[in-house]
């Protein structure tokens, strides 16, 4: 057969159509069953049951629902309760250090929004402190802000990380290719990489929360398992001083939303523009000063 | 004119000549790509280790506080940036008529077939689930991620490249059947797929070939633009996120690239004594280009450094300390160093004593230059890893041997498959009937 040019262009686009319309074919399936349960404004939907790791599992995405955390470092004493507990509550294994949770002591004329040199940096700032709290520090503590506008999930080649339509930002551990380009893109560095095999005390795992596997990246998920259920994180719960605060910042009953309403808030890093649902708050010191 | 299809008479002196590497290498080239499987070997290893016992067991990378990337990631860019030049000089010596490039362009093809592959084995390497990179990134790969952007044109680019490879080399696989041992000859028959070698078909491979050029230059841009994006987009990392790196990483992968093809070139026109046909007036003209890119290259990278240092937000002050004065000093300011020795030796070398150009300079100065790309990518890569803008103590990240180790692996396999090409295939294109190539190419 004599293929002209003519005739070599038409059948190139008529394969080309043709691949097209088979992927929408293929995909389109799973392209509505992902909107039906990321959708606004419906009826809270089950994720169904899956056999894969990933965080939330067999919870429900409640779309009236978007769940915020007020720390009010005031209050907060440093006392690594909430770092030590997240640890045990989520099966994180010792090779992750830093745990999801970091505390930092800091002197007081230090402030977030500038930040000191390298040098000084080193010697006001804090992670391996031991005793707290002390006069004339304050501590901080960053987790995963689960951003409204998260540079995580808009970098991540197979969406492993998501953005739920309940504020909170998640994690399949099974599609996670291990690229760490989360890693890199998040500014609060608030993402952890497997980099050995995870290992756990036996029989010390919680069921309730996946065991991840080697080479995936994992981060604090809001305690998806509790936050879904009605319960607080794990954070909330053990933090001796009530430091932390927790709930659905779209109802105005919550505790949150009169949290924020009655006292200046800032973000972590604003500059970011990432809309972090995690706020920060001072109502003065609280705990006894000697 | 010589008609080099004149069978009866025996096969062309030339093309004889071109097939030396082919035809006539001993034992030598065989003790040479074991070498270099063995260094693959090395890779290999790596590989194995890092795959059962995790990265942590074999890397120095560290998070949250630490390198995320490492030197894998900048032998990554490093090799895409080779890969530049290859399709890119045959492209445009096919689209500009700079018919005294032509004896190169196989060569160039070839560094951007060999480059491909070597960077996708470091990607493997550096990604942790590499059993599910593949099949994942195909079945949810999200259109949005610089990754997946890069994937696709990666892919592309070796696509057009291979094709484009081989319908420029059709013919002379078709002549080189009647170069090989008798027992050889079924296999470059196959590979010709039919070729019968008229003016016709020459035509035909020339158009189609002019055409894949101007499809081929603007991938070749856009393959190193993403690269420069995957880094260029980050807000939460001081010292990437600025405009100016795609164009950054384009220059760079030019400058690499060029640096690569004039040392490849002047060994294999000195280890196979082909003075005669591969000209010294294309390696100069290349070492010109090639000193005015690197000027180019040295021009961004100060108005870089001046935006740096200038008055630069506290995050991003961190890691220029770090750079210009602080840990990674011992490295930038040899790095600029020998970038501008390189520079400078193109310089005198290409332009002001050009009468009495040296080929060995023009190869001394590429080298610099190809030393110099790869520790700018380090320095690209590493620092702004180490300094998170949230005060955690500060990260540190030294390469492990296994690291090297690897890497070295994988300049084992681009060398070796280069030479297995060469050992395989003729790396200079025959010349078409018509054409001379003159034994007077050496003077300009």
Known sequence: MKLGRRDFLKYTIGAGGLALLGKYALFSRNSTSAQASYGVGEEPTRKPPRKEIADGVDTVVDTNNKFAMVIDVGACIGCRMCQWNCKAENNIPDAIYPPWIEVFQMENETDMASHPSTEELKQRTSTSYEKSPLEGKWYLPVQCQHCDNPPCVKVCPVGATYKDKDGLVLMNYDRCIGCRICIVACPYSARRFNWLEPELEDGKANPLVPVRPMSVVEKCTFCVHRTRNGKLPRCVEVCPVGARHFGNIKDTNSEVYKLLKSSRSYHLLEEANTKPSIYYITRGKKWPQS | MATILARHKGPDKTLVDLMRPVTASGKGSFFFLAAMAALFGLYIIVFYMQYVYGHGSVTDQATPVGAAWGLYVTGIVFFIGISHVGIGVSAAARLL????????????EMLTLVCLPAAVLIITLDIGRPEKFLINVMTYGRIQAPFVWSGTVISVYLAASLIYLYLSMRRDITLSADLVPEKWRWFYRLLSLGYKDTEDTRHTHERTLWWMAIVLIPIMVSVHSVYGLVFGLHSGRPGWFNPLMAPYFVLGALVNGFATLVIVAALIRRVFRWEQYLSLKAIRNMGRFLCWMTLLYIYFSVSEYITFIYSPPAGEAR??????????????????????????????????????????????????????????????????????????????????????????????????????????????????????????????
């Open chain 2, 97 to 108: 008529n700079l018919d005294y490039l032509k004896p190169y362009a196989r060569m160039a």
């Open chain 2, 319 to 444: 890691v220029a300390h770090a750079i210009f004065l602080g840990e990674f000093s011992k490295i930038f300011w040899p790095t600029l160093a020998i970038l501008i020795t390189g520079f400078l030796v193109l310089f005198f070398n290409q332009t002001i004593f050009n009468k009495q150009f040296a080929l060995w300079a023009t190869v001394l100065g590429a080298v610099f230059i190809d030393i110099a790309l790869f520790l700018t990518r380090y320095l690209i890569v590493v620092p702004s890893l180490l300094y998170p803008l949230l005060p955690f103590p500060k990260g540190s990240y030294v390469p492990t041997v296994y690291e090297f180790a690897a890497l070295i692996g994988v300049f084992g396999f681009a060398i070796g498959v280069y030479a297995l090409f060469m050992r395989v295939f003729p790396i200079v294109e025959f010349p078409h009937p018509g054409e001379q190539i003159s034994t007077e190419a050496n003077k300009w």
